[in-house]
């Protein structure tokens, strides 16, 4: 999988905040969301290609965030840095649409920062599909989903 795109992109994201301090949160939402366009995974015919990450389909809410945090591997010396996305899954268990950054604190320096971005886009865009139950699927499918990706602390 190509990891450029949107390393390239978190690159991007780190200098504009360089460049304009403000940290207000539209300024983030805008700024991630561009990320996300450029993500792997986001793509109709990859998606349709793709199998389910997971054998056995997920019963609860519970375990699908299991399987969603499984892909999360927060790059060394990203201490203290968080971000939360906002999605929602098709009843497939495809990320619907695009993510959006609700919230989030980056520490460290530009490549750090950019690392950090990164990881939290591939973990969502590699740990879907996801396989669900029928009950799952139709529930999930009409909901609106936030994970929190955090490096250096437990998630809550």
């Keep these: 999988m190509d990891t450029t795109r949107p390393e390239q992109a978190a690159a991007s994201i780190a200098a ?14 805008a700024c991630l969301v561009a990320v996300f366009a450029l993500a792997p995974g986001n793509g109709r015919a990859e998606s349709l290609e793709r ?19 499984a892909c999360w591997k927060p790059p060394a010396g990203t201490a203290g840095s968080e971000i939360t996305l906002r999605f929602g ?24 920062q950019r ?9 969502l865009s590699q740990c879907t599909p ?17 994970l929190r990706f955090a490096s250096g602390e437990a998630r809550t």
């Design 51 to 69: 199998q389910p990450v997971n054998a056995v389909p997920v019963e609860n809410v519970e375990q699908l965030f299991q399987v969603l945090y």
């Design 16 to 29: 504009r905040r360089r460049a304009a301090p403000t940290r207000g949160a539209a300024w983030r939402v």
């Design 89 to 112: 899954l098709t009843a497939k268990g495809e990320v619907r649409g695009k993510p959006l950054a609700t919230y989030s604190v980056l520490t460290g320096d530009a490549e750090t």
């Design 130 to 146: 996801v396989r669900m139950s029928e009950q799952l699927s139709r529930v999930v499918a009409s909901r609106v989903l936030i």
């Design 115 to 123: 690392a950090f971005v990164a990881a939290a886009i591939l973990a």
